[in-house]
């Protein structure tokens, strides 16, 4: 064993060096957005009017199966608010930082052929992964610390036990998905294919958690998402569901080592499936090649956008008690007394829900990097195709999908939403309101197409852009930062439908700013060298 970890510490300096700028910076902006939001919630439970009916809204089915189950008996706390609203998106922002981080150092480090250099070294055959693990630890680690420090400095009254049950609960299931992922690497013979297999876990650990705290408790028991809410954190702080987790990272690293040690270099366990002996039928040309390409991507986003569409629709029947309920809440959600509590609240889910569905439509023109990355450019652009045709078949796609995922995020929202509410607006009023925001996606797109174009190694600046969008618009209304910090961003720059009307002007003027991105980028990516 030894001598499979030979140079294991050195690997730990070497990926520290690499990442020597975004691991302080993850764990400054998350330390920043968890314990920043302590006062926010502070301050609703002060303003609170009426908090029988603040704890019974968040006992509607609709709202446990989003946030989890409420463990207070009739009144909150600072801290047994914080939990209730937190922990799970807490726990899902970290382990999406914790899929990403092993990916790319194990899997996708095989596929560029890092890993062959690394070995050809006096380095041990389990020496990278057991690396990248150690550094996932220190840095979830870290976290769960900063967290405990920044909260007893805000709230120095708040019980240290309950704050230290809350950090280890987020620190432990983020490492969790750090091993499940390593296990994962093992079986996929690509990084695209270990990352899916890992947000799909993600995303079953959630819907199983939101089954089973409104219908069946077993299904919350089963999924490691809904064992931290069992924790029941500022109210009688367990710490029985956090053993549970420890036991199964144990067994799923045991399990991700034996499956090291069974595998060769780049490689994985799972056969793929043979391929067509010819073409499909189907595709006629690039564009329907490339619609072939993202089909199992496309699927997978539109079931997740219409889950998450359906379920904030669900919350409309309880939704005047809610905002009645705090005064903060009001100040938050309340912009124009002249219109209804839901035609106000339509506005800010459909805002939220774009900018969720400007993600996906980021990744799938992006997709062209791994390709050129994998030199599968290469073997399309060495036929009788140009440039511009190629890159624009993806950009064509991503735009395809911005549109039919405005329509869908509507449709969700209309459909469940007349089943608990009466008095809905009608769904054209969902429509409007979706694709009102359909030019601010597409610049969002449109900067990742110009970096593609010019400067592919910067193309996270589209997502980095994309939240900063969501910090200044949606985090923004609690801290009540300066207006002129949304107009920076495309989502801000639209009026809020049905609230206020539609600006024909603003539309025209963002599509135009689209157009030339999408000119720009098309013309860099003419004249670049391809990434391979």
């Known amino acids: 064993m ?24 993850y764990l400054l902006s998350m330390t920043v957005f968890l314990v920043g939001l302590w006062p926010v919630f502070d301050e609703m439970l002060a303003s609170a009017s009426n908090m029988e009916v603040l704890i019974e809204t968040m006992r509607n089915p609709a709202m446990i ?19 209730n609203y937190m922990t799970v998106f807490a726990a899902i922002m970290v382990a999406i930082w914790n899929i990403l981080f092993m990916v790319k150092h194990t899997r996708q480090n095989e596929e560029q052929g890092r890993s062959e250099l690394v070995r050809s070294l006096p380095v041990g055959r389990y020496a990278n ?13 870290v976290l769960g610390l900063l967290m405990i420090i920044g909260f007893k400095v805000l709230s120095p009254d708040a019980s240290l036990n309950s704050i230290v049950n809350l950090s280890l609960s987020i620190f432990a299931f983020g490492f969790l998905f750090a091993v499940m992922t390593l296990l994962f690497a093992q079986l996929s013979n690509t990084a695209r294919i270990a990352s899916s297999l890992s947000f799909l876990t993600l995303l079953i650990f959630y819907l199983l958690r939101a089954m089973g705290d409104v219908s069946k408790e077993v299904l919350s028991l089963i999924s490691p998402l809904g064992l931290i809410t069992r924790t029941e954190t500022f109210v ?21 080592i034996f499956l090291l040690s069974r595998r060769d270099l780049d ?25 072939k390409l993202l089909a199992g991507q496309l699927v997978i986003w539109a079931l997740v956008l219409l889950t998450f569409s359906a379920m904030y629709g669900s919350t409309l029947g309880d939704l005047e008690g809610y905002i009645n309920s705090s005064e903060i809440v009001k100040q ?17 889910l459909v805002l939220i829900m774009s900018m969720i569905a400007t993600i996906p439509v980021i990744n799938f023109v992006k997709r062209i990097l791994t390709e050129e990355r994998h030199f599968l450019s290469e073997e399309i652009l060495n036929q ?29 929202f209309w459909l469940v939403g007349r089943q608990v509410m009466e008095d809905l607006p009608d769904l054209e009023v969902f429509m409007v309101a979706c694709f009102n925001y359909l030019p601010a996606i597409l610049v969002t797109l449109g900067l990742a197409i110009f970096l593609i174009g010019c400067q592919p190694r910067l193309s996270w600046l589209a997502y980095l852009y994309l939240g900063y969008s969501f910090m200044v618009i949606y985090i923004g209304r609690m801290f009540d930062l300066p207006e002129f910090m949304e107009k920076l961003t495309p989502f801000g720059l639209l009026p809020n439908y049905p609230i206020d009307k539609l600006d024909y002007g603003m539309l025209g003027i963002l599509m135009g700013i689209f157009l030339l991105l999408t000119y720009l980028g098309l013309k860099f990516y003419r004249h670049r060298d391809l990434n391979s």
């Open 2 to 25: 030894a001598k499979a970890l030979k140079n294991t510490f050195a690997l730990v300096k070497f990926i520290f060096k690499t990442e020597r700028i975004v691991l302080p910076l």
């Open 65 to 83: 199966s989003m946030v989890g189950p409420v463990f207070v008996e009739d009144t909150y706390t600072t801290g047994s608010m914080y939990a």
């Open 129 to 141: 992964e057991v690396a990248s693990l150690i550094i996932a630890f220190l840095v979830n680690l």
């Open 236 to 256: 009688n702080d367990y710490y029985w569901p956090l053993l549970i987790l420890a036991f199964e990272i144990i067994v799923i690293l045991i399990l991700a």
């Open 267 to 291: 490689s994985g366990l799972l056969k793929e499936r043979p391929g067509r002996r010819g073409i499909s039928p189907f595709i006629k040309g690039v564009p329907s090649f490339t619609l």
């Open 332 to 348: 938050m959600l309340v912009v124009n007394s002249d219109f209804s509590l839901t035609e106000q609240f339509v506005g800010l």
């Open 384 to 412: 009788p195709v140009s440039r511009y045709t190629y890159f624009a078949s993806f950009i064509l796609v991503s735009v395809l999908a911005a549109i039919g995922y405005q329509a869908l995020v509507a449709t969700g």
